[in-house]
């Protein structure tokens, strides 16, 4: 099957169907089984789970975005209106500007882990997201060690592909 074209579409609209996959892939449905016993055996309630997972994702898109397209104009366009999303997410109500809140610190910490797995260090983006489920369980370490790093490389790749078939980035940036 072809994949659509994207690049028509608007650098600011890019930033609206980044935000929008969030809503998409960050829901209690898509935990699987396996995920779900580790979090009964670990006693980590099911929705911690899913928030931190949806915070983990929404900063691999914007790290994704910042990385690729850097402080370039339409940078900017798609960040901003990616950004915007979450703004109004934290307008909404309290629940929403907890959420905001907490989504601007994990992406400063989120980025700092990314930085040290560059610098080699071991599954940094795991034990960073296992702070976040307070839980010393090493059921949950192996939950977090295994899962976390697939939730930001999926989302990190998938927000490259959909910059480069908007033609945003070049198709040879290798990252």
């Keep these: 099957m072809a994949t659509p074209d994207s690049s028509s579409i608007s650098p600011i609209d890019i930033g609206r169907i980044l935000a929008g996959s969030l809503d998409h892939s960050s829901k209690i ?7 779900r016993s580790i979090l009964s055996d670990a006693k980590i309630p099911i929705e911690l789970y899913r928030r931190e997972r949806l915070l983990l994702a929404g900063f691999a898109i914007d790290f994704a975005i910042v990385t690729f397209l850097k402080k370039s104009d339409v940078g900017k366009q798609v960040r901003g209106d990616y950004l915007e999303t979450w703004s109004t997410i934290g307008q909404q109500d309290a629940a ?13 910490e989120y980025a700092m882990a990314v930085w040290a797995l560059e610098a080699g260090k071991i599954n940094t983006i795991g034990l960073t997201f296992l702070s976040f489920l307070a839980s ?4 949950a370490m192996s939950l977090a060690l295994t899962y976390a790093p697939c939730v930001y490389f999926t989302h990190f790749e998938t927000a490259k592909q959909l910059l480069r078939s908007a033609r945003l980035i070049k198709p040879r940036a290798h990252f």
Excluded: P, T, W
């Excluded at 449905?29 to 995920?35: L, R, V």
């Excluded at 010393?136 to 059921?139: M, V």
């Design 96 to 108: 929403g500007a907890a959420l905001y809140q907490l989504f601007v610190q994990r992406c400063s």
């Design 29 to 35: 449905g898509q935990i699987s089984e396996k995920e």
């Design 136 to 139: 010393d369980n090493s059921r």
